[in-house]
């Protein structure tokens, strides 16, 4: 089992800066991939930004392309999210998400959430 825990959401201003955290513990293994998802009142969950194991590869959403950007720290098991720019859409309840290899499939761990408010 993989536990993932969220810090660092909280109340801003439009042109702030905000950084999450994501600590993860458990089972982990060493090919998975980290992501932020985000879901906004009213609206489906949506993939914010996703890195490969190692840093390889990350992919951001369009609308968060130049402002975020996701790192990992492996030695501490953690993700981040530094988040830039911020406007007012960008407003909801982010989710940290790790996919990890089980058996012939990746599964999907979910932390709880870490609400981010962003005021114009």
């Known amino acids: 089992q993989v536990q993932l825990v969220e810090s660092g959401g909280g109340l801003v201003q439009a042109g702030g800066s905000l950084r999450l955290s994501c600590a993860a513990s458990g089972s982990l293994f060493s090919i998975n991939v980290m992501g932020w998802y985000r879901q906004a009142p009213g609206k489906q969950r949506e993939l914010v930004a996703s890195i490969t194991s190692g840093g390889g590869i990350t992919n951001y959403a369009m609308s968060v392309k130049g402002r975020f950007t996701i790192s990992v720290d492996n030695a501490k098991n953690r993700a981040y999210l530094q988040m830039n720019s911020l406007k007012s859409e960008d407003t909801g309840v982010y989710y940290c998400?790790?996919?990890?290899?089980?058996?012939?499939?990746?599964?999907?761990?979910w932390g709880q959430g870490t609400q981010v408010t962003v005021s114009s």
């Open positions: 998400n790790r996919q990890q290899l089980l058996g012939t499939s990746m599964k999907d761990y």
